[in-house]
């Protein structure tokens, strides 16, 4: 089945330890891109790869770290969370072809007290 | 930067009313998605529009493209229960930006039998 893993679904952690929240997919696609949604802010984009070790910051970069070593994985890593940063985190990717038909993971519930 | 702002924040229709999103850009737009949000879960892609003054029909849904490719709407023709959620648009620069994705704020429909 074709799609999109996060994992893990849900995290609560404290202030200052690093985490890594895992993004898989296996349809092939070249582009995969982070986002967090919070309430009335809507998705904002953090970093988006075009392609293997070809990463962009979004709008919200600051204080997330990615990379991009394989087509299929696109790991994001918060190297010292604070609580700003409890969110819902979405990861996507899209197909070459026509790389903007984004599918969604199905979201990480991070909490960070 | 890019800002993309979509209104209205909600709406709350009754089944059979009909329902229009929309979005405006503070600069041009390469493209415009349109993705849908049910209520715990993560965007499904509805479409992508392209060119100036596109307009695509699915079943129910017409969406528009501005000729400027800086504003964006989604109407809802006779709406039925099945279509509450939230609509994100979505706008993808263009130049050294390509790839960057921004979305609007969300319309959170409500639909009452």
């Known amino acids: 089945e074709a799609q999109v893993t996060q994992n893990p679904r849900y995290l609560i952690t404290v202030t200052g330890k690093k985490l890594t929240v895992t993004c898989s997919q296996n349809?092939?696609?070249?582009?995969m891109s982070w986002y967090r949604q919070d309430p009335g802010l809507g998705l904002r984009q953090i970093y988006y790869?075009?392609?293997?070790?070809?990463?962009d910051k979004g709008d919200v970069p600051e204080g997330y770290k990615v990379s991009r070593k394989e087509k299929r994985n696109f790991p994001l890593i918060l190297e010292s969370p604070s609580p700003n940063q409890t969110s819902l985190y979405f990861c996507?990717?899209?197909?070459?072809?026509?790389?903007?038909?984004?599918?969604f993971g199905p979201g990480t519930r991070l909490t960070v007290l | 930067g890019q800002q993309v702002m979509q209104i209205p924040q909600y709406q709350h229709v009754q089944e059979g009313e009909d329902f229009t999103t929309y979005c405006n850009s503070s600069?041009?737009?390469?493209?415009i998605q349109w993705y849908k949000q049910r209520p715990g879960g993560h965007p499904v892609f509805l479409i992508q529009?392209?060119?100036?003054?596109e307009v695509k029909k699915q079943k129910r849904l017409t969406f528009q493209f501005g000729e400027a490719k800086k504003n964006s709407s989604l109407h809802i023709t006779a709406t039925q229960t099945t279509d509450v959620g939230t609509y994100f648009c979505?706008?993808?620069?263009?130049?050294?930006?390509?790839?960057?994705?921004?979305f609007g704020q969300g319309t959170i429909l409500t639909v009452h039998p």
């Open positions: 996507a990717s899209s197909p070459s072809g026509n790389p903007w038909t984004q599918y």
């Open positions: 349809m092939n696609h070249e582009y």
């Open positions: 790869s075009m392609n293997v070790e070809v990463t």
């Open positions: 600069t041009t737009l390469s493209n």
């Open positions: 529009l392209v060119k100036s003054g």
């Open positions: 979505a706008g993808l620069a263009g130049g050294t930006s390509y790839g960057k994705l921004t």
